[in-house]
Each structure stands twice: as structure tokens, then as C-alpha cells.
């Protein structure tokens, strides 16, 4: 056989074989756009929320997320026993953003969260103090019945990992690790199809006393436990850090440190901590993140950690990359469409007051019309 021969023969086995592989090799999860907005969707005006559901389809995503506070819907909030019935009022607005997701074609996923009603608090008072794990479990379950079938999705409490949102910081992991099981049950059991998270942590703590750092936190919490989800939730912001960088101590996740996460979670799947119902790694959801808008009235924190609006959609170009080509990221979520009040602390806002799109805007859009084949696509 000449050497030409041979050559063209070798050239054509790789090539089948490489097509062999192409067929059979798992396509790559889509990624998810996701996008949250409470204040406009569950409180603006029809025309403002009309706006706002025509800039999300815009940006191609295919989940909402909205926040829902026990205390904010339960009956007798401050009383200090528990009521003989527990009834819920103020859950019109949220029935009317799910009907408008459908709509859209565009699903949603809820995180339940505190502060909780004085009479599931160790305090007696309304807050985040010991929540008593059994009551919110019964909260869980109440809220999964209510929107079974229409809502796909809800998260366990919201940055469990800092004091704002659970304390005391020092047992907050072993609270969750009490609390997460009894209320995934308590949904599976209202809705069996709800897919239910683990976490929505935050990124890092800027303090011991206001918080654990993700990788600490969750490795507390998983100890020793044999639970299951449907996904692990995460908010990866790192303010004014380039999404390719590293932010925060070894032990925070933020969009430039991804992978110490899926390191942790791929640990705790072998060992049986933690594990989807099939057994499996859980897939990473990032459920927040955006970069502060800068504005005349704004407090320091806000000014301090504010960029530029070209600064801005370049960042977001490069997380939805980094999202994109990350083993295991399932979903990116852009916290605020619309800005906030002047004064307010937290502005992540990608539309200006009017619904006019921003630099991170259009980078996003932008994005997602060019990357097609690997964003999931509305239903």
C-alpha cells in the first residue's frame, strides 16, 4: 500500500470516527436566561409591566424568578402563638405575574424566604432569628399547592449564608441543614413535578460577624447529611471585578470562580451529602447578578461599587461567556430591569427609567441572538 494511500485511508478513519463520537457524545446543557424584576412585576403599573414582558422577551429568557416572604403573606404576622388557621392574603399580585409569564411563554421559579411571622420565631418577634424549621416547611407546602402546576420551580430561603437573611450567623448552617429537608419534602409532596433548590448563597461575606463565605457554609451544612435537590442556586456578583477574576477569600464564589463551587458539589454527590433524586451532581443556577448603577443621589456603598454603562455591558458580555462555557451553569439571571429610587442602596438596573435599554441591555441581547443554539429557548 503506497504511503499516499495509507495517509487518505488514516484520514478518513479519524474522520468517521469523529463523527461517530459527534453523535453520540451528550449535547451540551442550554443555558438559561433568566430575569428578575419584583418591583415592576408584581407592583408596576399595566403599562410598565407591559413594557417590561416585552424587554424580556426581547432577551430571549425563558424563567422569571420572584422573591416570596412569609411574613408578607401569612395571616397574624405578629401574633405570638401560632394561629388555629392559617390563612394567606396578598398573593393576587403574584397569580397575576404567573399568568403573565405564561403569556409570554416564560416560566416561573420562586424563592420562599423570610423574615418569618413572630410566632415561628425562637424571639417572638417577626425576623430571621430561628425560624422554626417544621412551620416553614407547612409554609412551603402551602405556597406549592397554591401554584401547583404553574410555578416550576422555588428555592429555600434566600442568602441563608448571611445575617440579613438567617440568623444567628454561627448555627445558620445547621438551621438550613434542619430546615432545606423538611421543606423540599413538604413541596414534592404538594406538587411532585416542582423542582426544588438548595441555597441561593450569597457570593462572600465582607465580615465574620455578618455571614459565612459559600464553600464554608455549605460544607457545613452538607456534614454529615444525606440530602437531595433539583439544583443548587447561587448569586456569583463581584461588584466591580472583571468576571474573569478572582474576588473575595478562597472560600466565595463569584462569577471568576465558578469551578470551586462545582469542586465542592462534585465531593458531596460522592459522598452521598448532596444529590439529585437520580443520584447525580446538582446543576449550578445563578440566580442573581448585575453590575451597580452610579447616580447623583446614590449612598456611598452604591457609588463605591458602581461602573461606567460601557464598562457594565462588557461585563455582562464576558459572564454570559464565562456562564456559557463553565461545566455545569445551567442559568444566569439578571437582577433589575428598571432602576430603583434614587437613594437606594442597590441598583442593578439594565433599562433606564423610561425602559430604554442600557449598554448591559443590548450587550445581553446582543449576545443571546449570537449564541442561539446554546440559550434555551422560551417555550
Same mark, same amino acid.
Request: positive net charge.
Given at each position: 500500500?503506497?504511503?499516499?494511500?495509507?495517509?487518505?485511508?488514516?484520514?478518513?478513519?479519524?474522520?468517521?470516527?469523529?463523527?461517530?463520537?459527534?453523535?453520540?457524545?451528550?449535547?451540551?446543557?442550554?443555558?438559561?436566561?433568566?430575569?428578575?424584576?419584583?418591583?415592576?412585576?408584581?407592583?408596576?403599573?399595566?403599562?410598565?409591566?407591559?413594557?417590561?414582558?416585552?424587554?424580556?422577551?426581547?432577551?430571549?429568557?425563558?424563567?422569571?424568578?420572584?422573591?416570596?416572604?412569609?411574613?408578607?403573606?401569612?395571616?397574624?404576622?405578629?401574633?405570638?402563638?401560632?394561629?388555629?388557621?392559617?390563612?394567606?392574603?396578598?398573593?393576587?399580585?403574584?397569580?397575576?405575574?404567573?399568568?403573565?409569564?405564561?403569556?409570554?411563554?416564560?416560566?416561573?421559579?420562586?424563592?420562599?424566604?423570610?423574615?418569618?411571622?413572630?410566632?415561628?420565631?425562637?424571639?417572638?418577634?417577626?425576623?430571621?432569628?430561628?425560624?422554626?424549621?417544621?412551620?416553614?416547611?407547612?409554609?412551603?407546602?402551602?405556597?406549592?399547592?397554591?401554584?401547583?402546576?404553574?410555578?416550576?420551580?422555588?428555592?429555600?430561603?434566600?442568602?441563608?449564608?448571611?445575617?440579613?437573611? @438567617? =440568623?444567628?450567623?454561627?448555627? /445558620? *448552617? !445547621?438551621?438550613?441543614?434542619? %430546615?432545606?429537608?423538611? #421543606?423540599?419534602?413538604?413541596?414534592?409532596?404538594?406538587?411532585?413535578?416542582?423542582?426544588?433548590?438548595?441555597?441561593?448563597?450569597?457570593?462572600?461575606?465582607?465580615?465574620?460577624?455578618?455571614?459565612?463565605?459559600?464553600?464554608?457554609?455549605?460544607?457545613?451544612?452538607?456534614?454529615?447529611?444525606?440530602?437531595?435537590?433539583?439544583?443548587?442556586?447561587?448569586?456569583?456578583?463581584?461588584?466591580?471585578?472583571?468576571?474573569?477574576?478572582?474576588?473575595?477569600?478562597?472560600?466565595?464564589?463569584?462569577?471568576?470562580?465558578?469551578?470551586? @463551587? =462545582?469542586?465542592?458539589?462534585? /465531593? *458531596? !454527590?460522592?459522598?452521598?451529602? %448532596?444529590?439529585?433524586? #437520580?443520584?447525580?451532581?446538582?446543576?449550578?443556577?445563578?440566580?442573581?447578578?448585575?453590575?451597580?448603577?452610579?447616580?447623583?443621589?446614590?449612598?456611598?456603598?452604591?457609588?463605591?461599587?458602581?461602573?461606567?454603562?460601557?464598562?457594565?455591558?462588557?461585563?455582562?458580555?464576558?459572564?454570559?461567556?464565562?456562564?456559557?462555557?463553565?461545566?455545569?451553569?445551567?442559568?444566569?439571571?439578571?437582577?433589575?430591569?428598571?432602576?430603583?429610587?434614587?437613594?437606594?442602596?442597590?441598583?442593578?438596573?439594565?433599562?433606564?427609567?423610561?425602559?430604554?435599554?442600557?449598554?448591559?441591555? /443590548?450587550?445581553?441581547?446582543?449576545?443571546?441572538?449570537?449564541?442561539? #443554539?446554546?440559550?434555551?429557548?422560551?417555550?
Amino acid at each position: 500500500m503506497s504511503r499516499l494511500r495509507r495517509l487518505c485511508l488514516s484520514f478518513i478513519a479519524a474522520a468517521l470516527a469523529a463523527t461517530a463520537f459527534a453523535a453520540t457524545a451528550p449535547a451540551a446543557t442550554p443555558l438559561e436566561i433568566a430575569v428578575q424584576d419584583d418591583g415592576v412585576l408584581l407592583k408596576g403599573g399595566d403599562a410598565e409591566r407591559a413594557q417590561a414582558w416585552e424587554r424580556i422577551r426581547q432577551m430571549r429568557a425563558s424563567w422569571v424568578r420572584v422573591n416570596l416572604y412569609w411574613n408578607d403573606v401569612v395571616s397574624s404576622p405578629t401574633a405570638k402563638r401560632v394561629p388555629k388557621r392559617i390563612t394567606y392574603t396578598g398573593l393576587g399580585q403574584f397569580d397575576r405575574l404567573v399568568s403573565e409569564a405564561r403569556a409570554s411563554r416564560v416560566r416561573v421559579q420562586m424563592t420562599l424566604g423570610t423574615s418569618a411571622p413572630a410566632w415561628a420565631t425562637s424571639r417572638r418577634r417577626v425576623g430571621k432569628t430561628n425560624p422554626n424549621p417544621r412551620l416553614f416547611a407547612n409554609f412551603a407546602r402551602d405556597m406549592a399547592r397554591h401554584f401547583k402546576g404553574r410555578v416550576g420551580r422555588y428555592s429555600i430561603l434566600n442568602e441563608p449564608n448571611l445575617i440579613y437573611w @438567617l =440568623n444567628p450567623v454561627k448555627t /445558620s *448552617a !445547621a438551621q438550613y441543614r434542619t %430546615l432545606y429537608p423538611l #421543606a423540599y419534602s413538604a413541596v414534592k409532596r404538594a406538587d411532585s413535578r416542582a423542582k426544588v433548590f438548595f441555597g441561593e448563597t450569597a457570593p462572600f461575606t465582607r465580615s465574620k460577624t455578618k455571614g459565612t463565605d459559600p464553600i464554608t457554609w455549605i460544607g457545613r451544612v452538607l456534614k454529615g447529611a444525606k440530602l437531595k435537590t433539583d439544583g443548587v442556586a447561587h448569586h456569583p456578583y463581584a461588584y466591580r471585578t472583571a468576571p474573569t477574576k478572582s474576588f473575595g477569600s478562597r472560600n466565595s464564589v463569584t462569577m471568576g470562580t465558578l469551578p470551586r @463551587l =462545582n469542586t465542592l458539589l462534585k /465531593s *458531596a !454527590a460522592k459522598r452521598g451529602e %448532596l444529590r439529585t433524586p #437520580a443520584g447525580k451532581v446538582p446543576g449550578v443556577y445563578l440566580t442573581e447578578h448585575g453590575y451597580f448603577v452610579d447616580g447623583p443621589a446614590a449612598p456611598a456603598f452604591r457609588r463605591q461599587n458602581a461602573l461606567p454603562a460601557a464598562t457594565r455591558g462588557d461585563f455582562w458580555r464576558q459572564s454570559l461567556d464565562v456562564a456559557r462555557r463553565t461545566p455545569n451553569i445551567r442559568q444566569l439571571l439578571a437582577y433589575q430591569l428598571y432602576p430603583s429610587a434614587p437613594t437606594a442602596t442597590w441598583d442593578t438596573s439594565i433599562l433606564d427609567v423610561a425602559g430604554n435599554p442600557t449598554p448591559p441591555f /443590548s450587550s445581553i441581547v446582543t449576545w443571546v441572538r449570537g449564541a442561539s #443554539a446554546a440559550v434555551a429557548q422560551p417555550r
